[in-house]
């Protein structure tokens, strides 16, 4: 099925460890997208990537890394997680940069940091 | 960073009834879009508008993008309880390269 696949669902974390949140597309879109959202807050952008071999920080970067080596893959990582990084991660993907491009979104990655 | 609110922000109502969302803010967008997310998925994206004053359909969903591209709203006809998420708007406010902020979103509740 084309779309955003992402890994894994769902995770509990104590704090201090560090991980990384796997997306991959097979849509061949050229911008992609991390997202958290959190009750009462929406969804924030995290980072972005408007084509591979480019980032970009969001709204709320600190803590967290990405990195864009091909058009199919954008991992977010935690280099050292703490509680306020709890919190579902949604990544997304767009055809390009463009007001007028639609996102997709992956199902999400549930993460809990104790 | 243009800030989106959306009302109501918690909306029950009984299968059949027609219902209406607002998305607004100060700032002026390029374009807006709707999304519904439904418990454990992610958004999908229902319509995008661009022009002031447009109005789209969707089979019962009516969109509609204010004059002044400062907001939007969505209204459902009849609803049914296959309508029942959550309605997030999102706009881009520079032409061609911002990313989509996303309102906080209109929780909808379709009682059968």
């Known amino acids: ?114 | 960073t243009q800030l989106l609110e959306q009302s109501p922000q918690f909306l029950s109502i009984q299968e059949g009834e027609n219902l209406t969302v607002y998305c607004n803010s100060s700032s002026v967008f390029s374009s807006l879009q709707w999304y519904r997310q439904e418990p454990g998925e992610g958004p999908v994206l229902l319509v995008t508008v661009v022009t002031g004053g447009e109005v789209k359909k969707l089979k019962r969903l009516t969109f509609q993008f204010g004059d002044a591209r400062k907001d939007s709203s969505l209204h459902i006809t009849a609803a049914q309880p296959g309508d029942t998420g959550l309605y997030l708007c999102a706009a881009a406010s520079n032409f061609g390269n911002e990313k989509l902020t996303f309102g906080t979103g209109t929780r909808l509740t379709i009682i059968p």
């Open chain 1, 1 to 114: 099925i084309a779309g955003i696949t992402q890994a894994p669902t769902s995770q509990i974390l104590a704090a201090g460890r560090r991980m990384t949140l796997r997306c991959t597309q097979d849509m061949r879109h050229n911008a992609m997208y991390w997202y958290r959202q959190d009750l009462g807050l929406g969804l924030r952008l995290i980072h972005y990537s408007n084509t591979a071999g480019t980032t970009g920080k969001g709204e709320v970067p600190d803590g967290y890394s990405v990195s864009r080596a091909n058009t199919d893959d954008f991992p977010l990582t935690l280099a050292s997680a703490v509680p306020s990084q709890t919190s579902v991660y949604f990544c997304a993907s767009s055809e390009r940069v463009g007001f007028n491009y639609g996102y997709t979104f992956g199902s999400g990655t549930r993460l809990t940091v104790v």
